[in-house]
């Protein structure tokens, strides 16, 4: 099956920046997008950004304002997202998704098992 692994997430301060990773492994995800979402204790998954199977479509949750990119390398099983000018309500666990190019989380068929990313001031 499809196992999916984040990476890159970490204690930064105020303004810093991370890049996120996901790997996909196991069998080959034919024209999947690809997203993330992120949830911190007590409140709800939330949408980050989405990418298609070509990298060419993105779409960004209205908190983001510019900060976030989300991007694919060629070969479509790995995803990336640029975060930069992180702010301390940017705290929370990431997740990696797999599915239709979609911004709602139940819709995606694989997860990963997330990465915490902790702002400071």
């Known amino acids: 099956q499809v196992q999916l692994v984040e990476t890159g997430g970490g204690l930064v301060q105020a303004g810093g920046s991370l890049r996120l990773s996901c790997a996909a492994s196991?069998?080959?995800?034919?024209?999947?997008?690809m997203g993330w979402f992120r949830q911190a204790p007590g409140k709800e998954r939330e949408f980050v950004a989405t990418?298609?199977?070509?990298?060419?479509?993105?779409y960004y949750g209205d908190f983001v304002k510019g900060r976030f990119t989300i991007s694919r390398v060629t070969d479509k099983s790995t995803v990336y997202l640029h975060m930069n000018s992180l702010k301390p309500e940017d705290t929370a666990v990431y997740y990696c998704?797999?599915?239709?190019?979609?911004?709602?989380?139940?819709?995606?068929?694989?997860w990963g098992q997330g990465t915490q990313v902790t702002v400071s001031l």
């Open positions: 990418a298609s199977w070509t990298g060419q479509l993105t």
């Open positions: 998704a797999a599915g239709p190019l979609t911004t709602v989380a139940s819709d995606y068929d694989y």
């Open positions: 196991g069998r080959t995800l034919n024209r999947y997008a």
